[in-house]
């Protein structure tokens, strides 16, 4: 399975962007999925999952700026970044929750005037 984060790219404060993971595999269509990021000099972190059943969970941070959701059909996840802050900038990545795939290249979001 591959996964392969895309959306990424440069923002102002303030502003939004949304990503997208597609799985090659459809064993990414089962149980829960999650978008991780990883700041320079920083462990890489969940931000936020989605249960097969719709429900969603968001670290503190981000929680009433991200939205995950899903097309299991597509075996795609989005991540809908809006408000974004420079503290947000890091290298996006989506895997299951826990991650259990080998780790794609993710993508970069950089937060920055």
């Known amino acids: 399975v591959q996964l392969q984060a895309s959306g990424g790219g440069l923002v102002q404060p303030g502003g939004s962007l949304r990503l997208s993971c597609a799985a090659s595999?459809?064993?990414?269509?089962?149980?829960?999925k999650g978008w991780y990021r990883q700041a320079p000099g920083k462990q890489r972190e969940l931000v936020a999952a989605?249960?097969?059943?719709?429900?969603?969970n968001y670290a503190d941070s981000v929680k009433g700026r991200f939205t995950i959701s899903r097309a299991n059909a597509k075996n795609t996840v989005y991540l809908q970044m809006n408000s974004l802050k420079t503290e947000d900038t890091a290298v996006y990545y989506c895997?299951?929750?826990?991650?259990?795939?080998?780790w794609g290249q993710g993508t970069l979001v950089t937060v920055s005037s």
């Open positions: 989605i249960t097969s059943g719709g429900s969603t």
């Open positions: 895997n299951t929750d826990p991650p259990l795939l080998k």
């Open positions: 595999g459809s064993i990414f269509s089962l149980g829960s």
